[in-house]
């Protein structure tokens, strides 16, 4: 029974994490590309994981499971901070949030960013502190797309 419920839990996270990827940012992007959201989106998703590398590229963190690693541009990739998934779920969280200023989607995704964030603890792509730089990535990517469009 233990088992049965332990592969339960890895799926479900394996499956929530994929939501701070980058298909699903490609899939909102399209799902959203005749509405004013179109540029914020795609400016927000460039910008996140432009800081996210940037970072990456002179502060090399390893992963609570390490990965390895033969060239840079995989070392970026192995890096583990801050959280890139972390980062863009909190930077759409708050987008729709904000936009659509409805309380039950703001409770929704303040649910899926707490979920997703978790869940690269849970597979242990990243620690907590991983997890809350990607936040305050999110953040500023968030006040930095909203101030200049």
Same mark, same amino acid.
């Given at each position: 029974?233990?088992?049965?419920?332990?592969?339960?839990?890895?799926?479900?996270?394996?499956?929530?994490? @994929?939501?701070?990827?980058?298909?699903?940012?490609?899939?909102?992007?399209?799902?959203?590309?005749?509405?004013?959201?179109?540029?914020?989106?795609?400016?927000?998703?460039?910008?996140? @994981?432009?800081?996210?590398?940037?970072?990456?590229?002179?502060?090399?963190?390893?992963?609570?499971?390490?990965?390895?690693?033969?060239?840079?541009?995989?070392?970026?990739?192995?890096?583990?901070?801050?959280?890139?998934?972390?980062?863009?779920?909190?930077?759409?969280?708050?987008?729709?949030?904000?936009?659509?200023?409805?309380?039950?989607?703001?409770?929704?995704?303040?649910?899926?960013? @707490?979920?997703?964030?978790?869940?690269?603890?849970?597979?242990?792509?990243?620690?907590?502190?991983?997890?809350?730089?990607?936040?305050?990535?999110?953040?500023?990517?968030?006040?930095?797309?909203?101030?200049?469009?």
């Amino acid at each position: 029974m233990l088992k049965t419920i332990q592969k339960q839990a890895d799926v479900f996270f394996r499956d929530t994490t @994929a939501m701070g990827g980058l298909a699903a940012s490609i899939l909102l992007i399209l799902l959203f590309i005749s509405s004013p959201l179109l540029v914020p989106l795609i400016a927000g998703s460039i910008l996140t @994981a432009g800081i996210i590398v940037v970072i990456r590229i002179f502060y090399f963190k390893d992963r609570p499971k390490k990965e390895a690693y033969s060239n840079f541009i995989e070392k970026i990739d192995a890096s583990s901070f801050p959280s890139l998934h972390s980062a863009r779920i909190v930077f759409l969280a708050i987008l729709f949030s904000v936009h659509f200023a409805n309380q039950y989607l703001t409770i929704l995704c303040t649910v899926v960013a @707490a979920l997703v964030s978790y869940s690269r603890i849970y597979l242990k792509k990243h620690d907590w502190i991983d997890v809350a730089g990607g936040v305050v990535v999110g953040v500023a990517s968030y006040v930095l797309v909203t101030t200049i469009f």
